[in-house]
């Protein structure tokens, strides 16, 4: 299993990014995946999940209405847009996933929000 994250950066608040996350070795359309971040001296937190199928979506509330998680099965890649991008969501943004029992995480890619 490999999930390999992409497409952080530096941005000014009220700009966007969007973070890619690419799975291989594993049945990819099978699987919920879920994007989460951590900031400095803060615990991990859950940001956004995506059903196998896309067909079901949920947020943190700090994020509803300004991030959306998409996924494309043809590409085996889950997507994470971030518009509105606050100070506060500087953080190392993570993409995971869950196979039988175990967790699978990328290394992270980190996104700053700073003028």
């Known amino acids: 299993v490999q999930l390999v994250e992409s497409g952080g950066g530096l941005v000014q608040p009220g700009g966007s990014l969007r973070l890619s996350c690419a799975a291989s070795g594993f049945a990819f359309s099978r699987y919920t995946m879920s994007w989460y971040r951590q900031a400095p001296g803060k615990e991990r937190e859950l940001v956004a999940v995506i059903t196998s199928g896309g067909g079901s979506t949920n947020y943190a509330n700090s994020v509803k209405g300004r991030f959306t998680i998409s996924r494309d099965n043809a590409k085996n890649t889950v997507y994470l847009q971030m518009n509105s991008l606050k100070p506060e969501d500087t953080a190392v943004y993570y993409c995971?996933?869950?196979?039988?029992?175990?967790?699978?995480w990328g290394q992270g890619t980190q996104v700053t929000v700073s003028s």
């Open positions: 995971k996933t869950v196979i039988l029992g175990p967790s699978y």
